[in-house]
């Protein structure tokens, strides 16, 4: 079975500095896909970043960047240059050939602060 | 244009009645989801539908219908609400439902409260 786990629930981030979000998963899928999505106090939840298995190089999407450590099955992301807008609820989530469902973590609230 | 709309953004009612959800998306996309948020933020897929038809079904209970006239849409119908299925409902898509790679487009949630 597929597992996600985020073990930070809470963090604080001084603006304009860099902030790391842990997520490990478990899986005896070979092919598999890693997500993160931001969900603002608003409610709605936005995807932010993609790693697939068998990826050479992590994933950026601007700001963001995803630290994938395959042996360690860990997959991080990675917000650089904290803006208050950065505060929101971040989930880490896998999919795998499970009909294209995803399986999230718990999620880490991020909290920047001025 | 909104890609995954859901109606209504709110819905409050009491325990016993008969309630539905309307999602629709407009990206062209053959997969279609039901997850749960409960209060504590997690969230768990309850249907997946590939074109129109059902793919999974992860143990919901029976008063949970979900219905997909066409691949654009897959509204969800709840009977006889409790007030344990107070949560947030979020519908989504993907352009695929095999494969790992296609990230799930949410729609804004419906905020269900049951008194």
């Known amino acids: 079975a597929q597992k996600i786990t985020q073990t930070q629930p809470g963090m604080f981030v001084q603006e304009k500095e860099a902030v790391t979000l842990d997520c490990t998963y478990d899986?005896?899928?070979?092919?598999?896909?890693l997500f993160w999505y931001k969900q603002p106090s608003s409610g709605e939840m936005i995807f932010l970043i993609y790693?697939?298995?068998?990826?050479?190089q992590n994933a950026t999407e601007g700001r963001y960047s995803l630290n994938f450590q395959k042996a360690r099955k860990s997959a991080n992301l990675v917000i650089s240059a904290s803006q208050l807008g950065d505060s929101a609820m971040y989930f880490c989530?896998?999919?795998?050939?499970?009909?294209?469902?995803?399986?999230f973590g718990q999620g880490t609230e991020l909290s920047v602060k001025p | 244009d909104t890609a995954v709309s859901q109606t209504p953004k709110y819905l409050v009612t009491q325990m016993g009645n008969d309630k539905s959800i309307k999602c629709e998306q407009n990206?062209?996309?053959?997969?279609m989801y039901w997850y749960k948020q409960d209060s504590k933020k997690f969230l768990k897929i309850m249907f997946s539908?590939?074109?129109?038809?059902?793919?999974i079904n992860e143990t919901v209970p029976n008063r949970f219908s979900p219905k997909s006239p066409d691949k654009a849409h897959l509204n969800l119908h709840i009977n006889s609400l409790e007030l344990g299925d107070s949560a947030v409902y979020f519908c989504?898509?993907?352009?695929?439902?095999?494969?790992?790679?296609?990230?799930?487009?949410f729609g804004n949630g419906t905020r269900l409260t049951v008194t």
């Open positions: 790693q697939g298995s068998y990826d050479q």
């Open positions: 990206l062209g996309h053959d997969t």
């Open positions: 989504a898509s993907s352009q695929h439902s095999t494969g790992s790679n296609s990230p799930l487009h």
């Open positions: 899986t005896s899928d070979p092919s598999y896909g």
């Open positions: 539908y590939n074109n129109k038809e059902l793919i």
């Open positions: 989530a896998m999919s795998g050939n499970q009909g294209g469902k995803l399986i």
